[in-house]
């Protein structure tokens, strides 16, 4: 079976080259209905296709031979869809999977720090009034949830990977407040931990019941709320301790349980209800907008270790280095202000370093210059080049 796609993009550049992609997507069947569960999966799996190519939100308008109409998802692609196969469709219990092949037409970025990975520190939400927990005793809901959220992003394929640390509780109302007046110590204590260069933070304000859904007169009916979902999200530059991106996000789900019963946020019961798919959605337009917030940003890294002409920094594989890649220095000296803040202070050098071994999570690398390396610390910062492409003509 052949599903034809349309779709109305942003092009970006000139420079074209095409690519198959086979992607695979899932949607949650909530009450038995298969074909809301079959447009979730192959929404999920185009989604996939185009951020793994390099996609970024804009918006878009998808008509899909009864598969996808009247879409929302919003994307802006640096490529043009022009084929997609349907390969292969199943239900697995609650779940439904579709596999595309689409044909993508892709055009050169004109980001070209996309080509890296960016690591992030996903960690565990803060409920700011956990009284709104008391409905289904859903206390661990900041737990679960952040769960939740670390395995939707760590399954999409695109420049962004997550570093889970939601086991432990953690202060961050002070990170969302107007004044800034935050503890720039924990988000770097966060980076060590975790060797990341960015740290998310999350709060969740609101989850209470909102409108009642049945007649009051239809006394024979359970109850059935709808029940509000507001988030926030800060993410952290781990180097200059400053906020690089925020985001809100709203939503309503019908809660369908009744008001004494304990309900279990880490089953896949709760996840298939109308609310948990809601909440769900919010987890997926969250790794778009965090692609697009952190692929055109510098990657760098620090020094772990010196050695004479040879350093030993935190970036390695699972950042895109390769080994050849050339990275400058810059010494770190930071600046504190009369009240005792620091300010993240960085200066060029003419050091560069060249990398002749590569690990998962670090590399080795060599001085470039027969000159000696001239007054390296530990913690200086390193900053891979990108070499723009050279263009020419032929007389």
């Not at 960016?118 to 709104?132: D, H, N, Y």
């Not at 737990?143 to 399954?155: H, I």
């Not at 007649?215 to 009916?221: E, G, L, S, T, V």
């Not at 809601?278 to 692609?291: A, E, P, V």
Request: contains cysteine.
């Amino acid at each position: 079976m052949k599903q034809i796609l349309f779709i109305t993009l942003l092009i970006i550049s000139t420079h074209v080259r095409a690519e198959w992609f086979e992607v695979i997507g899932y949607g949650g069947i909530v009450d038995g209905n298969t074909t809301i569960a079959r447009q979730a999966a192959v929404k999920d799996a185009i989604t996939q296709a185009l951020i793994f190519s390099g996609a970024t939100v804009s918006s878009v308008q998808t008509v899909a031979d009864g598969v996808l109409e009247q879409d929302e998802l919003k994307i802006k692609t640096h490529g043009q869809i022009q084929h997609v196969n349907l390969i292969n469709e199943q239900q697995q219990g609650d779940k439904y999977s579709v596999t595309l092949h689409l044909d993508i037409v892709s055009q050169q970025s004109q980001c070209i720090e996309s080509q890296f990975n960016k690591q992030i520190t996903v960690t565990q939400s803060q409920l700011v009034q956990p009284s709104q927990a008391r409905l289904g005793q859903i206390f661990d809901f900041p737990k679960a949830g952040s769960q939740r959220l670390f395995n939707t992003l760590n399954e999409r394929k695109n420049g962004v990977k997550m570093i889970p640390y939601i086991d432990k509780k953690i202060h961050v109302r002070d990170f969302f407040a107007q004044q800034f007046d935050y503890n720039a110590s924990l988000i770097e204590s966060l980076s060590q931990n975790s060797n990341s260069q960015f740290v998310l933070l999350s709060q969740i304000t609101d989850i209470t019941e909102s409108r009642k859904m049945n007649n009051d007169y239809a006394f024979w009916q359970d109850d059935a709320y709808m029940r509000n979902f507001k988030i926030d999200f800060s993410l952290y530059d781990a180097q200059s301790k400053e906020q690089v991106w925020m985001q809100h996000y709203s939503t309503q789900g019908i809660w369908p349980f009744k008001k004494t019963d304990i309900v279990d946020v880490e089953s896949e019961k709760f996840w298939l209800t109308d609310y948990g798919q809601k909440i769900q959605t919010i987890y997926s337009k969250l790794s778009q907008d965090l692609n697009t917030a952190v692929s055109c940003l510098e990657t760098s890294g620090k020094i772990l270790m010196i050695d004479q002409d040879r350093v030993v920094i935190n970036l390695g594989k699972s950042h895109g280095l390769e080994v050849g890649q050339t990275l400058a220095i810059m010494y770190r000296s930071n600046l504190t202000a009369a009240n005792g803040i620091q300010f993240a202070h960085q200066r060029n050098t003419i050091e560069q370093i060249v990398i002749e071994q590569v690990n998962m999570q670090s590399a080795i690398a060599r001085n470039l210059s027969d000159r000696p390396l001239s007054n390296i610390q530990l913690n200086d910062i390193v900053k891979v080049i990108i070499n723009e492409p050279e263009s020419f003509t032929l007389d």
